[in-house]
């Protein structure tokens, strides 16, 4: 339930609505799952190089930003716009705000109980398609947690944990929701988006959240006997799948990014790490 009424609409940054700092311009690139090709690294390490101060950061959604652009009015310098764009991480300019899904970063690669980076896929698309939501704040927040716990202490706006390889559990705000089956997971997430922007209205100081709504989006349920117990961040080092590497205050400078592009795909992950999987370390 709602606490404190908001006053104002969210300004989270994104490409096209930089955030003004005392050094320029900032950006923020939305990656779904934190999924980071190597080519898009390199291009945008390039970008920071003619444009920004020569690093990318790292936030704590699993996102990249970029400092120091230059820019008028609150605008990127359509140079600067044009470069960012050539990396093939802005796939939507309408939509570039709510492309807001983090993932468990192993998904796929080792343990869990559900591959779920093609219901991520599948729910950015379905997210891209719909023009009601390009009205999501850009707070709002999917979580996926593939069964292994890593992301169940993450609050949540919308979300789901793996109960198996074929069903999960939705998670709505701070409550749970209908155990659904994976494939039909992003369609149900994707609904309780365009609920959630149904219920928010379209004030300036409508909510951010789901748990800020005046009332449930929806009939809160008990949790599945098979939900998993938070297990924590993901520990830096060797890791099952793969390789977890620390970046220190999650900036990634030039040096420390030129050392990853070794590598044909990239993890992004929430605990200023990068997560490199150990199919692409055999390639070394």
Aim: proline fraction near 9%.
């Amino acid at each position: 339930m709602i606490s404190e009424p908001r006053t104002r609409a969210d300004r989270c940054p994104g490409v096209l609505r930089p955030w003004s700092a005392e050094d320029g311009l900032l950006v923020r690139l939305r990656l779904v799952g934190g999924r980071l090709p190597t080519p898009a690294l390199a291009r945008l390490l390039q970008v920071s190089a003619d444009f920004a101060d020569g690093s990318i950061y790292l936030t704590k959604r699993a996102n990249l930003q970029l400092r120091g652009l230059p820019g008028h009015r609150g605008a990127l310098t359509p140079e600067a716009l044009a470069a960012i764009e050539s990396t093939g991480l802005l796939p939507s300019r309408t939509h570039e705000l709510v492309r807001n899904i983090l993932v468990s970063p192993q998904t796929g690669h080792a343990g869990g109980r559900a591959d779920l980076r093609p219901v991520a896929a599948q729910l950015d698309a379905l997210l891209c398609a719909d023009p009601r939501l390009t009205r999501l704040p850009g707070r709002f927040l999917f979580v996926l947690d593939d069964g292994r716990g890593d992301l169940l202490n993450r609050a949540a706006d919308a979300g789901l944990v793996a109960l198996s390889g074929e069903q999960a559990q939705l998670r709505l705000g701070e409550h749970w929701g209908d155990v659904v089956t994976v494939a039909d997971a992003a369609g149900r997430l994707a609904e309780l988006a365009g609920a959630f922007q149904e219920a928010r209205g379209e004030r300036p100081d409508a909510p951010w959240h789901v748990h800020e709504l005046a009332r449930p989006l929806r009939p809160a349920v008990a949790a599945d006997p098979r939900v998993p117990a938070p297990s924590g961040p993901l520990p830096f080092g060797s890791v099952p799948g793969g390789t977890h590497l620390h970046v220190p205050d999650g900036v990634l400078t030039p040096d420390h990014a030129r050392s990853l592009l070794e590598h044909t795909e990239l993890v992004v992950t929430p605990w200023q790490g990068v997560f490199i999987p150990q199919a692409q370390e055999a390639n070394r």
